[in-house]
């Protein structure tokens, strides 16, 4: 069993930054992907960010330039770091990993990020 812990949210001023941390309870070096993905009220989950392999990221459009995910393997822990943040950035985000390519996706409990002034 996989358990993902996520840290970091909060309540941060638009332009602000916040860094948020995904603790997972296996080694990640060699797993298929691990990302980030959010969901605000009303809307469907969608994909933030993601980490597939040894390097292959992607970011969903309206976050290239201002968030940037990473890994830590020695820590089993991914990061999104996020900055330049806007009120259309609120949401609850979460932590995903697949183990292999066609493999079951596994999720953390989520952590709020709400950008107000």
């Known amino acids: 069993q996989v358990q993902l812990m996520e840290s970091g949210g909060g309540l941060v001023q638009p332009g602000g930054s916040l860094r948020l941390s995904c603790a997972a309870s296996?080694?990640?070096?060699?797993?298929?992907?691990m990302g980030w993905y959010r969901q605000a009220p009303g809307k469907q989950r969608e994909l933030v960010a993601t980490?597939?392999?040894?390097?292959?990221?992607d970011y969903e459009r309206s976050v290239k330039g201002r968030f940037t995910i990473s890994r830590d393997n020695a820590k089993n822990t991914v990061y999104l770091q996020m900055n330049s943040l806007k009120p259309e950035d609120t949401a609850v985000y979460y932590c995903?990993?697949?183990?292999?390519?066609?493999?079951?996706?596994?999720w953390g409990q989520g952590t709020q990020v709400t950008v107000s002034s």
């Open positions: 980490i597939i392999g040894v390097g292959t990221i």
């Open positions: 995903s990993l697949k183990k292999s390519r066609r493999g079951d996706v596994y």
């Open positions: 296996i080694s990640i070096s060699s797993i298929y992907s």
